[in-house]
């Protein structure tokens, strides 16, 4: 759940395949042909969470759902959705079974409600850190590049940076072990600053460190009170970032891309971010740092969900929506 008031956007509480230059040594092999766009396109699960909300769809199913309804070959897991299978390792055992069977490759596991990984209490800071082991577990199990992670904290933007490098450096080194990214989406708080976050990423410094530039996520908040529609449009606005120019900022950190949508006007073209203007700075930025995934994630259907009354279209037509505005840019 972000950005209601430019784009009323909200969502939960990560990302594209192959990262920096300097990361490709824990990057899976895949390779694209020199004629081959520089950018495959990925499912980010949440485009689905109003089905998976209701119980309609489960997680385990939405592999499948990805490859034949979508013709989409690549999915990006969201936590919340199976977040009691993270060590179940039957579960994995199957999930991975069925995504081979399909021919679909998992991209990344985007992780939320685990903690503050720039907590002041350093416990506190140290648990949240303990908390996205397990994920990290599963990606490496699933054949995943990443997790994505949030970052926040308690205290003034420099205190939350001095936390962060610890935390999150933390949590880079134990990605780093097992091969794994962590990365990190511009998310609702202190990290829809993209100046900020490089400056974060800069200090930790490590391969397996990295971003998620999210185009809808550039307005920062206050944390809200709770996680409704309500509390977040009730949450004060701090600044608002020209999302053109912070995923300018982020794509050389970059690991992969959320290209969120929410509105279409009558000609399929996206209201709330200008493609023709935002996929000529990912390409550029694709092109100098990997080739790797840029995710389709659709908030229609869980902002119906959540009471929205703006005239969203359903999650399978925003989804095919948002994946013609990719497929133009390829071209």
């Not at 179940?88 to 079974?97: G, H, P, S, T, V």
């Not at 993209?194 to 800069?202: G, M, Q, R, T, Y």
């Not at 701090?238 to 982020?250: C, T």
């Amino acid at each position: 759940m972000e950005n209601l008031a430019q784009n009323h956007t909200s969502r939960r509480e990560f990302m594209g395949q192959l990262g920096l230059l300097t990361a490709a040594s824990f990057l899976p092999a895949t390779v694209f042909g020199a004629a081959k766009p520089h950018f495959e396109i990925s499912l980010a699960e949440f485009s689905l969470a109003g089905s998976l909300f209701s119980g309609k769809l489960k997680n385990m199913d939405f592999p499948a759902k990805a490859k034949n309804d979508f013709g989409i070959n690549a999915v990006e897991y969201v936590s919340m959705f199976w977040a009691d299978k993270a060590k179940d390792q039957a579960y994995l055992n199957e999930l991975k079974q069925r995504t081979t069977d399909l021919g679909v490759q998992n991209v990344l596991i985007m992780v939320d409600a685990e903690g503050d990984l720039g907590a002041s209490d350093a416990s506190l800071r140290r648990k949240a850190v303990e908390n996205h082991y397990k994920w990290v577990d599963a990606a490496k199990f699933l054949g995943c590049h990443s997790i994505r992670v949030n970052m926040d904290g308690d205290g003034t933007p420099e205190e939350i940076m001095k936390a962060g490098v610890d935390g999150y450096g933390k949590l880079v080194e134990y990605g780093q072990k097992a091969g794994i990214g962590v990365i990190i989406e511009n998310h609702i708080t202190i990290s829809t600053n993209p100046d900020w976050l490089v400056a974060l990423l800069k200090q930790v410094n490590n391969p397996y460190a990295g971003c998620l530039p999210d185009f809808g996520n550039f307005i920062q908040r206050e944390k809200p009170k709770a996680m409704t529609l309500e509390a977040f449009k009730d949450s004060k606005i701090i600044h608002e970032y020209d999302k053109y120019d912070g995923v300018k900022k982020l794509m050389p950190f970059a690991k992969g891309v959320s290209a969120k949508t929410h509105f279409f006007d009558e000609n399929g073209a996206c209201t709330d971010t200008d493609f023709e203007k935002m996929m000529p700075i990912v390409n550029k930025g694709l092109s100098k740092n990997f080739k790797g995934f840029v995710g389709i994630e659709y908030e229609g259907g869980f902002m119906k969900m959540m009471g929205a009354k703006e005239n969203y279209l359903d999650e399978d037509a925003g989804i095919r929506a948002t994946k013609a505005l990719l497929e133009k840019a390829r071209m």
